[in-house]
């Protein structure tokens, strides 16, 4: 169980964690609180499933939505770091993607964009992954918590 390893990892190291999740419909929040002890190092998330939701609570302007898409490197960038901030976290894992039946803003069922947010940096990866939409679901939490865990954890 990676996500244990995680929650002790974080514990250890007195960092905190939330999300913002679209494509992931909360399972990243889910998977933490699972792991007993996690309420030491996970602070919330937010589920900003439509637009509307991300404009709102992240402030993510239409203009960006418009421009390029809620699937795409800018959002999931924009989800991060403003998730962040409304969560007052040290590190904000954000997910935005297309998990499918079909194809969506031309971008092909499995694309997911991570946003991984953090007082010294701020990353966004792109992945192509297969399956049911479960299967991508649970493929893209698994890994943001591997990246999570590869993160440098010198100094708040």
Same mark, same amino acid.
């Given at each position: 169980?990676?996500?244990?390893?995680?929650?002790?990892?974080?514990?250890?190291?007195?960092?905190?964690?939330?999300?913002?999740?679209?494509?992931?419909?909360?399972?990243?929040?889910?998977?933490?609180?699972?792991?007993?002890?996690?309420?030491?190092?996970?602070?919330?998330?937010?589920?900003?499933?439509? #637009?509307?939701?991300?404009?709102?609570?992240? $402030?993510?302007?239409?203009?960006?939505?418009?421009?390029?898409?809620?699937? $795409? #490197?800018?959002?999931?960038?924009?989800?991060?770091?403003?998730?962040?901030?409304?969560? #007052?976290?040290?590190?904000?894992?954000?997910?935005?993607? #297309?998990?499918?039946?079909?194809?969506?803003?031309?971008?092909?069922?499995?694309?997911?964009?991570?946003?991984?947010?953090?007082?010294?940096?701020?990353?966004?990866?792109?992945?192509?992954?297969?399956?049911?939409?479960?299967?991508?679901?649970?493929?893209?939490?698994?890994?943001?918590?591997?990246?999570?865990?590869?993160?440098?954890?010198?100094?708040?």
């Amino acid at each position: 169980m990676r996500e244990a390893a995680l929650i002790e990892f974080l514990n250890d190291h007195h960092w905190t964690i939330g999300s913002v999740e679209s494509i992931t419909g909360g399972l990243f929040a889910k998977t933490l609180t699972d792991v007993p002890g996690a309420s030491k190092v996970f602070k919330g998330s937010l589920v900003t499933y439509s #637009n509307e939701t991300k404009m709102r609570l992240l $402030s993510i302007p239409q203009e960006t939505l418009t421009k390029y898409g809620a699937v $795409s #490197n800018e959002i999931g960038s924009l989800m991060a770091m403003n998730g962040k901030k409304a969560l #007052n976290v040290d590190i904000c894992v954000s997910f935005t993607g #297309n998990a499918g039946p079909e194809t969506m803003d031309q971008l092909p069922v499995g694309t997911c964009f991570i946003g991984i947010a953090t007082a010294q940096s701020q990353k966004v990866f792109r992945l192509s992954l297969a399956g049911t939409r479960n299967d991508i679901r649970k493929a893209a939490v698994e890994f943001a918590i591997g990246e999570v865990l590869k993160l440098p954890f010198a100094s708040k």
